[in-house]
């Protein structure tokens, strides 16, 4: 029976197990629920009306027909809450096409690929195996960074098998660590001693928000904690802000109520891109994360102080991940090379000019990759590990599918043919806009301030540094000729007025012809601007007059009558216009007001100068 066809607004109730309550396993100390007991009813419904009576499952509120619950709820009582997501729910939240999947199938048959909620970490979903390839988890972290020319894994794997690990999840998906042990970097706020670090070694929980660059590890760090928490009886659920509406959060606090409420069991509720929620749907589990329904973990790329309401920020710690250094990296990127069981190529081994060869016939050999080439990719992907990773998977999955093989000369002594994955092709395989720049976040503003202070100092070297590195990174032209147009006013003013001129000229010269063609344009405008003579003068005039007006209190003066003007007989007669000197008519500098009475004689120029 479908849900679909089922009664609305009949009150849930649920069968008791009968002569089976064996099978339904309630956490320690918790007595069998009173909802369990069927309700007395006037009349006794016959045993059909029984079984297609709607009941609500108390985990996940889900309503089913009485012929389903028990089984579903031991299912949902053993698989912990979290897995227990009501498919219906699934369909919802996630991408699937309306109608891929009937609402009111057995959870079984649902897969959890594309639902923001609870997707995120499931264990064995996918194959998520580590590939470890020997390697596995175990012993990397720290003690790794350092390059071992000539060392792989301890099982080097030739081109086909590492070309069937690289298939699939990301890379970077797969090795996510699950433990703080191979959480690599951010000493500063996870080292041996921090405050955080012991509460999350004693499982004490705050809700915090976890602040920093793209792929430095905000939702690996959660991920760690979801799997401490769950290992010690905690609920831990997901929800993406790019996708979650406000009542899948109302549904979650539900959730979450109701496990605190009957089996005493906390709630962790992990919400990826916060600052992507509005303040008001912030507002939603403000109350629940002060009462303690729920621990809220937030990961955000975009400051919080303007993201995050200030009630919630102020009940959250606040932890901010930085970009993981280049140490930090080479041993992310080591630790992704033993997975693979690829070998290291030192700078002291010798390699001659790859030949090409058929694919089937690479496929046979061992897979090196040159130290130079970890190196470099370290350092360019920027202190984001996604982009690193990434990067190291399409270079490799790159030369595997090019079928070339390089003859090397180790420096131990041996001479073979390999597949040989170079620093050119690391260079290849990473998209540009990761170099330097996240275009969308907080780089962006943090780059254009640099520019911004740069052609003030009047320092032309920086300013051309700062600009560079926004368009290198793919900053949209545009957006930085808009700001040399304000510079222009804002900074340099009446002390060059040419400056707008060549700002606006600036800004329809990258209009027309685009990059990479106007980046000399944003660069001819750039030094002129930093050569240039500055005056704040009207900038300031203009910030006093706006004050004036601010801080005016009663109703603004009117505009004096001779000012106005009078396009009819009625206005003529009003006095507007009467007594207004026509410049053009006096040969002498004409004396008149133009200011409100009461502001008469205000000089906005000259009460702070420039
Ligand atoms: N500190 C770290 N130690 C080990 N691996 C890491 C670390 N940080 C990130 N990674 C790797 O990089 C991948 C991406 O990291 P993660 O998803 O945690 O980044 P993020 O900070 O949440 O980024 P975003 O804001 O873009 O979502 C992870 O799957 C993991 O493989």
Same mark, same amino acid.
């Given at each position: 029976?479908?849900?679909?066809?089922?009664?609305?607004?009949?009150?849930?109730?649920?069968?008791?197990r009968?002569?089976?309550p064996g099978g339904l396993q309630l956490p320690k100390?918790c007595?069998r629920?009173?909802?369990?007991?069927?309700?007395?009813? #006037?009349?006794?419904?016959?045993?059909?009306?029984?079984? +297609? /009576?709607?009941?609500?499952?108390?985990?996940? %509120? @889900?309503? =089913?027909?009485?012929?389903?619950?028990n089984?579903?709820l031991d299912r949902c009582l053993q698989a912990g809450?979290?897995?227990?997501?009501?498919?219906?729910?699934?369909?919802?939240?996630?991408?699937?096409?309306?109608?891929?999947?009937?609402?009111?199938?057995?959870?079984?048959?649902?897969?959890?690929?594309?639902?923001?909620?609870?997707?995120?970490?499931?264990?064995?979903?996918?194959?998520?195996?580590?590939?470890?390839?020997?390697?596995?988890?175990?012993?990397?972290?720290?003690?790794?960074?350092?390059?071992?020319?000539?060392?792989?894994?301890?099982?080097?794997?030739?081109?086909?098998?590492?070309?069937?690990?690289?298939?699939?999840?990301?890379?970077?998906?797969?090795?996510? #660590?699950?433990?703080?042990?191979?959480?690599?970097?951010? +000493? /500063?706020?996870?080292?041996?001693?921090?405050? %955080? @670090?012991? =509460?999350?070694?004693?499982?004490?929980?705050?809700?915090?928000?976890?602040?920093?660059?793209?792929?430095?590890?905000?939702?690996?760090?959660?991920?760690?904690?979801?799997?401490?928490?769950?290992?010690?009886?905690?609920?831990?659920?997901?929800?993406?802000?790019?996708?979650?509406?406000?009542?899948?959060?109302?549904?979650?606090?539900?959730?979450?109520?109701?496990?605190?409420?009957?089996f005493?069991?906390?709630?962790?509720?992990?919400?990826?891109?916060?600052?992507?929620?509005?303040?008001?749907?912030?507002?939603?589990?403000?109350?629940?994360?002060?009462?303690?329904?729920?621990?809220?973990?937030?990961?955000?790329?975009?400051?919080?102080?303007?993201?995050?309401?200030?009630?919630?920020?102020?009940?959250?710690?606040?932890?901010?991940? +930085?970009?993981?250094?280049?140490?930090?990296?080479?041993?992310?990127?080591?630790?992704?090379?033993?997975?693979?069981?690829?070998?290291?190529?030192?700078?002291?081994?010798?390699?001659?000019?790859?030949?090409?060869?058929?694919?089937?016939?690479?496929?046979?050999?061992?897979?090196?990759?040159?130290?130079?080439?970890?190196?470099?990719?370290?350092?360019?992907?920027?202190?984001?590990?996604?982009?690193?990773?990434?990067?190291?998977?399409?270079?490799?999955?790159?030369?595997?599918?090019?079928?070339?093989?390089?003859?090397?000369?180790?420096?131990?002594?041996?001479?073979?043919?390999?597949?040989?994955?170079?620093?050119?092709?690391?260079?290849?395989?990473?998209?540009?806009?990761?170099?330097?720049?996240?275009?969308?976040?907080?780089?962006?503003?943090?780059?254009?301030?640099?520019?911004?202070?740069?052609?003030?100092?009047?320092?032309?070297?920086?300013?051309?540094?700062?600009?560079?590195?926004?368009?290198?990174?793919?900053?949209?032209?545009?957006?930085?000729?808009?700001?040399?147009?304000?510079?222009?006013?804002?900074?340099?003013?009446?002390?060059?007025?040419?400056?707008?001129?060549?700002?606006?000229?600036?800004?329809?010269?990258?209009?027309?012809?685009?990059?990479?063609?106007?980046?000399?344009?944003?660069?001819?405008?750039?030094?002129?601007?930093?050569?240039?003579?500055?005056?704040?003068?009207?900038?300031?005039?203009?910030?006093?007059?706006?004050?004036?007006?601010?801080?005016?209190?009663?109703?603004?003066?009117?505009?004096?009558?001779?000012?106005?003007?009078?396009?009819?007989?009625?206005?003529?007669?009003?006095?507007?216009?009467?007594?207004?000197?026509?410049?053009?008519?006096?040969?002498?500098?004409?004396?008149?007001?133009?200011?409100?009475?009461?502001?008469?004689?205000?000089?906005?120029?000259?009460?702070?100068?420039?």
């Amino acid at each position: 029976m479908l849900l679909s066809r089922a009664p609305r607004g009949r009150k849930a109730w649920l069968l008791g197990r009968g002569a089976d309550p064996g099978g339904l396993q309630l956490p320690k100390g918790c007595g069998r629920p009173r909802f369990l007991r069927r309700p007395r009813e #006037p009349m006794e419904p016959t045993e059909k009306a029984k079984e +297609e /009576r709607l009941v609500q499952c108390p985990v996940c %509120l @889900r309503e =089913l027909p009485g012929a389903d619950i028990n089984p579903h709820l031991d299912r949902c009582l053993q698989a912990g809450g979290a897995e227990a997501e009501p498919p219906s729910k699934r369909a919802r939240l996630g991408a699937a096409p309306p109608g891929s999947q009937a609402e009111g199938q057995p959870e079984e048959a649902h897969p959890t690929a594309g639902s923001p909620v609870f997707s995120l970490f499931h264990k064995g979903r996918g194959g998520g195996q580590s590939p470890a390839g020997g390697g596995g988890r175990s012993g990397a972290g720290r003690d790794e960074a350092a390059v071992q020319p000539g060392h792989g894994c301890a099982a080097a794997l030739c081109g086909d098998s590492l070309a069937r690990k690289l298939e699939g999840r990301p890379l970077a998906e797969q090795l996510r #660590p699950d433990t703080l042990g191979d959480y690599v970097g951010q +000493e /500063r706020v996870l080292g041996a001693q921090t405050l %955080l @670090r012991a =509460l999350l070694e004693s499982h004490e929980i705050p809700s915090l928000i976890l602040w920093g660059p793209p792929g430095c590890g905000k939702t690996t760090l959660a991920h760690i904690i979801a799997n401490s928490s769950k290992k010690n009886g905690m609920r831990f659920v997901t929800l993406s802000a790019t996708s979650a509406k406000t009542n899948d959060v109302r549904d979650v606090i539900s959730q979450a109520q109701n496990e605190k409420r009957l089996f005493k069991r906390k709630t962790i509720l992990f919400i990826d891109e916060i600052h992507r929620f509005n303040k008001s749907q912030q507002d939603t589990f403000l109350p629940h994360v002060e009462c303690g329904t729920v621990t809220l973990i937030g990961a955000t790329t975009e400051n919080p102080s303007f993201q995050v309401n200030a009630a919630l920020l102020s009940r959250c710690r606040v932890i901010v991940l +930085e970009k993981l250094s280049v140490e930090a990296m080479e041993a992310i990127l080591m630790r992704a090379v033993r997975s693979l069981g690829l070998q290291v190529l030192g700078q002291g081994d010798q390699h001659g000019t790859p030949a090409t060869g058929s694919s089937s016939k690479s496929s046979e050999f061992p897979v090196y990759i040159e130290e130079k080439a970890l190196n470099t990719l370290a350092y360019l992907c920027d202190g984001d590990a996604r982009t690193g990773l990434n990067g190291l998977q399409l270079a490799v999955q790159a030369r595997l599918a090019a079928g070339r093989t390089t003859p090397l000369n180790t420096a131990k002594g041996g001479a073979a043919d390999a597949v040989l994955v170079t620093e050119e092709h690391i260079k290849e395989g990473l998209q540009r806009s990761h170099i330097l720049y996240d275009r969308a976040g907080e780089e962006h503003y943090n780059c254009i301030s640099a520019l911004h202070k740069s052609m003030r100092g009047s320092d032309e070297n920086a300013s051309l540094y700062w600009l560079a590195r926004m368009l290198e990174g793919g900053e949209d032209p545009l957006y930085v000729a808009r700001r040399l147009v304000r510079f222009a006013s804002e900074d340099i003013g009446l002390a060059d007025p040419l400056a707008l001129t060549q700002a606006v000229a600036a800004y329809q010269g990258c209009h027309f012809i685009g990059m990479p063609e106007c980046e000399v344009i944003l660069a001819q405008c750039v030094v002129y601007f930093a050569r240039a003579p500055k005056s704040i003068e009207v900038y300031r005039a203009y910030g006093n007059a706006k004050e004036c007006l601010r801080m005016h209190t009663g109703p603004l003066p009117p505009v004096p009558l001779h000012l106005r003007n009078a396009p009819t007989r009625l206005m003529k007669n009003l006095g507007y216009g009467k007594g207004y000197k026509y410049n053009p008519m006096y040969k002498e500098p004409v004396e008149q007001d133009y200011l409100p009475e009461e502001l008469k004689g205000t000089d906005f120029f000259k009460e702070r100068g420039t």
